[in-house]
Every structure is written in structure tokens, then in C-alpha cells.
């Protein structure tokens, strides 16, 4: 069994910052990709970030220049740090594991930008 869990959400005023952390814990014989989707209210859920075992990341333009995915492959630790915030970016922080052909979703951490 794989368990995956999420930290770091909170309240942040716009134009500031927050790191979201995800760990990936259990039977874990290689991770092929970890990726971080946001759902807010009424809205489909979306990619935020993606990184690739080999380390290549992928951003939508929404986010791109203020977001950066990084891992440790050691300890099955995604990282998000988010930096210039802004009101749109609230939502619930789901973070995504591909683990062979199985992919595994945390429980989902929210982030609130307001004044």
C-alpha cells in the first residue's frame, strides 16, 4: 500500500509565498512522476506542476515564473514552493504519484490568498 499525504497550505496574503511539501510512504519500488493539481469551487480540477523522474518539469502559463516543483528522489518528497501569490490561486493542493502503472492522489491541502 502506498499512502500519500500533503503539508503546507494555509492563509497567505497576496504576494506572498507558501511551500507545499508531499510524501509518498509504503511499498515504493520507482516513482515515474509526482505532480501537484489545484481544484477551486465550481472549477475542474488542473495541473499546477509536474516533474518527471529524470527531473524535467512542466508548468502551465497560469503559474509559470511563480511556481517551482522540485523533488528528493531519496525520500519520495515532492516540493512546491509558490511564490507571488494571488487571489486566483486559491484553491484545494492535490498532490498526484505515478508509481508504475498505478497513480495515487493525497487528500488534498488547502490554500487560501486574501487580504
Known amino acids: 500500500q502506498v499512502q500519500v499525504a500533503e503539508s503546507g497550505g494555509g492563509l497567505v496574503q497576496p504576494g506572498g509565498s507558501l511551500r507545499l511539501s508531499c510524501a509518498a510512504s509504503g511499498s515504493i519500488p520507482r516513482i515515474n512522476a509526482m505532480a501537484w493539481y489545484r481544484q477551486a469551487p465550481g472549477k475542474q480540477r488542473e495541473l499546477v506542476a509536474a516533474?518527471?523522474?529524470?527531473?524535467?518539469?512542466n508548468y502551465p502559463d497560469s503559474v509559470k515564473g511563480r511556481f517551482t516543483i522540485s523533488r528528493d528522489n531519496a525520500k519520495n518528497t515532492v516540493y512546491l514552493q509558490m511564490d507571488s501569490l494571488k487571489p486566483e490561486d486559491t484553491a484545494v493542493y492535490y498532490c498526484?504519484?505515478?508509481?508504475?502503472?498505478?497513480?495515487?492522489w493525497g487528500q488534498g491541502t488547502q490554500v487560501t490568498v486574501s487580504s
Open positions: 498526484y504519484v505515478w508509481i508504475l502503472s498505478t497513480t495515487y
Open positions: 516533474i518527471a523522474s529524470g527531473g524535467r518539469t
